[in-house]
């Protein structure tokens, strides 16, 4: 499955944002997707995942209550919106998705498909 995430951008502290990642190439709802982001320096972490079915959904505690998954398996879409942004949310986000997914120490593991990262930046 081929993956491109969009959405991205620059946006002051406390304000939203909505990213994108559009499928293709295989069936869509067949997969769990996930959204992880990797800061300047830091290792890359989970933000959030999703059942294929949408029904599931996993979030890291860093983005609860802020930040939300969704998907949409007619248009072979899943979103991440995001609102109250703070600065620690500047990453760059990437889109992934697995057939075969599970969670090993509170983390997801299992995503073999990934899409190319859209810049997320938030400043004061």
């Known amino acids: 499955v081929q993956l491109q995430a969009s959405g991205g951008g620059m946006v002051q502290a406390g304000g939203s944002l909505r990213l994108s990642c559009a499928a293709s190439g295989r069936t869509f709802s067949n997969y769990a997707m996930a959204w992880f982001r990797q800061a300047p320096g830091k290792e890359r972490e989970f933000v959030a995942t999703?059942?294929?079915?949408?029904?599931?959904?996993y979030y890291h505690d860093s983005v609860k209550g802020r930040i939300t998954i969704s998907r949409d398996n007619a248009k072979n879409t899943v979103y991440l919106q995001m609102n109250s942004l703070k600065l620690e949310d500047t990453a760059v986000y990437y889109c992934?998705?697995?057939?075969?997914?599970?969670?090993?120490?509170?983390?997801?593991?299992?995503?073999?498909?990934w899409g190319q990262g859209t810049q997320v930046t938030v400043s004061s």
């Open positions: 999703i059942s294929w079915s949408g029904g599931s959904t």
């Open positions: 992934a998705a697995g057939r075969t997914t599970y969670y090993r120490n509170g983390r997801p593991v299992g995503y073999d498909y």
